[in-house]
């Protein structure tokens, strides 16, 4: 497959869609993969064209089945310090400025959850399968596994999903909370649009400031939080989204932010 259709963007209605394009591979994270992903939210992020993006994978299998274990072979420790520190897929996507929808349609595993991990909501299709299956091949998690996963779902399932490599089905993620919603496989990019585009009407301005606060609510002291979610506030209350946002509430119309 040509290296430039390994990753596909779409940008409709202040809506982009990311789609990572190896089906033939599961959507495998090979180094290639990963560089042009990460190339791909810098891109997005600057475009004051997109308000919401969506991360998903070609083909009805896989979101992304994990990393490119072909690559494996051989790599020494000095090899994966430079891997991990080279393409930074997962920090970038956690960082990416804007909100981001992890649609998942098939197997979710490894890196593969580890990247939906990193998004900011996740839907699933009714087929999907998640897992961290690291310890099958005599290694560990190292995009998230341990950490963002144990966030999101507390350390008795990380410990039980990280410790056993089980696959899990996309009820039981529900059930833990590693996703926000299922729903059938005919429906999952209809779902995922029809929420992005719900997002992308509201204030860019406000939305950036929101994701900076959440965020921060992962990695700092409730105090330190709090001065953080006042300052943000006040921030929010200098933008001209802010001006319209109430003038449109007074004069009981939608409004019509513009991003400043």
Do not use: W
């Not at 190896?22 to 990460?38: E, H, I, M, W, Y």
């Not at 909100?99 to 996740?122: H, M, Q, T, V």
């Not at 039980?160 to 089980?166: A, D, L, Q, W």
């Amino acid at each position: 497959m040509a290296e430039e259709a390994i990753v596909l963007t779409d940008i409709s209605n202040g809506v982009a869609t990311i789609t990572i394009n190896r089906p033939d591979k599961l959507n495998a994270l090979s180094l290639a993969v990963r560089g042009q992903f990460v190339a791909t939210l810098a891109r997005l992020e600057e475009n004051a064209e997109v308000r919401v993006a969506i991360v998903t994978g070609a083909g009805e299998k896989s979101f992304v089945a994990g990393a490119d274990i072909s690559e494996f072979a051989g790599r020494t420790a000095v090899d994966q310090f430079r891997v991990m520190r080279k393409y930074r897929i997962f920090s970038a996507t956690e960082a990416f400025a804007k909100p981001l929808i992890a649609a998942i349609n098939g197997f979710c595993l490894g890196g593969g959850c580890e990247l939906a991990l990193a998004c900011d909501i996740r839907i699933a299709s009714e087929r999907a399968r998640f897992g961290q299956p690291e310890v099958n091949l005599g290694i560990m998690p190292g995009g998230g596994g341990t950490q963002r996963l144990a966030r999101l779902v507390g350390l008795g399932h990380t410990y039980k999903m990280v410790y056993t490599g089980e696959i899990i089905n996309a009820s039981e993620a529900l059930r833990i909370g590693l996703v926000e919603e299922v729903v059938p496989p005919e429906r999952l990019m209809d779902r995922a649009r029809e929420l992005a585009g719900a997002i992308a009407k509201k204030s860019p301005v406000a939305l950036q400031l929101i994701k900076e606060a959440i965020r921060a609510s992962v990695r700092t002291p409730l105090g330190e939080g709090l001065r953080l979610e006042t300052a943000l506030l006040g921030l929010a209350f200098s933008s001209a989204d802010k001006e319209e946002g109430v003038r449109a509430f007074l004069e009981k119309r939608e409004p019509k932010f513009e991003g400043r």
